[in-house]
């Protein structure tokens, strides 16, 4: 009887993963053609981003936690947020002047974009495998992430794996965050993205 119960849970366990991996979970330009736009956007997003944080000098710590952050990547994934669960992280006013480009970006998609952030990963170092624990756990909303910083496009070298696929920034992409998924810079250099949340509706999808 114990082994044919092993058998069932092994069996429900497969089609547990099955079903996983038969969902989609990266999207590219010719699922969203927004995307083209993010792509065309992004070296002014990048001139923002260098206006205000010249070498990164006053990029803060991570929404993720000092415990959790540490645990997940050592300190060495820092973020610049300018909204987080639908709430401004600074007067609009001072966002409005001082990035102008993803504030436009965030207003075209209004309520529907709960989070934004500039997003940067430190040289020779990694982001290790989570998914979006503390929010989107319905997986209603998509993470796009828009690249500004990219020392290399070869993912031997940097790159990151979404349930078991590999993918670069060479262009502007959105993915579910409910899959796993993990991020390595193996490069002397950072790199630095724009990452935006965005509802499914409102990008078409369902």
């Known amino acids: 009887i114990l082994q044919e119960k092993i058998k069932m849970l092994k069996k ?19 699922d969203i053609p927004f995307l083209k736009h993010m792509d065309e956007i ?32 050592n300190g060495n994934w820092k973020t610049k947020g300018l909204k987080y669960q639908h709430e401004w992280l600074e007067p609009t006013q001072k966002l409005k002047d001082n990035y102008p ?34 929010v989107n756990l319905d997986s209603k909303y998509l993470r796009f992430h828009i690249p500004l910083v990219v020392p290399t496009n070869d993912t031997k070298k940097l790159g990151m794996e979404i349930m078991g696929e590999e993918i670069n920034w060479e262009k ?34 369902k």
């Open 101 to 134: 480009t993803a504030w436009q970006l965030m207003e075209t998609f209004g309520h529907d974009c709960p989070i934004a952030m500039y997003s940067y990963i430190k040289a020779n170092s990694k982001i290790r495998l989570h998914f979006g624990s503390d």
């Open 12 to 30: 429900l366990k497969q089609k547990i993963i099955d079903y996983a991996m038969s969902e989609k979970y990266i999207y590219r330009t010719q």
């Open 42 to 73: 992004k070296d002014a997003l990048l001139k923002d981003y260098i206006a205000n944080h010249p070498e990164h000098t006053n990029i803060f710590a991570n929404l993720d936690g000092q415990e959790y952050g540490y645990k997940l990547h």
């Open 172 to 205: 502007s992409f959105g993915f579910d965050n409910q899959g796993w998924h993990h991020v390595w810079n193996n490069t002397d250099q950072d790199r630095v993205i724009f990452l935006i949340d965005v509802h499914r509706v409102a990008c078409g999808i």
